[in-house]
């Protein structure tokens, strides 16, 4: 997370997903959610929390963060290859 009370944003999520270059399905399946959760994740505004539980929201996080995602304080995405997909 950028911060400690922040939440990653929809823009975030979607950033993130195509530094990766990996499809909603394969960013479900990493973290341990539905597809469907990805899609509702990524359906805001950029700088918008996507309206998911906490659970949820921090699983993809997680998943993101594993894959060699890094959030900014500002907003940021950036991308630093840990496995390839």
């Known amino acids: ?3 400690g009370d922040s939440m990653i ?4 999520i979607r950033a993130a997903r195509g530094y990766l270059g990996i499809t909603a399905e394969e960013l479900a399946n990493l973290a341990g959610v539905s597809r469907m959760t990805i899609v509702k ?3 805001m505004g950029p700088t918008e929390t996507p309206p998911l539980n906490v659970s ?3 699983a993809i996080e997680a998943a993101l963060k594993n894959a060699g995602i890094n959030f900014g304080l500002a907003g940021e995405v950036g991308f ?3 496995q390839p997909f």
């Open 1 to 3: 997370m950028p911060n």
């Open 9 to 12: 944003t929809s823009g975030q």
């Open 41 to 43: 994740a990524e359906s």
């Open 56 to 58: 949820n929201l921090k």
């Open 80 to 82: 630093k290859p840990q």
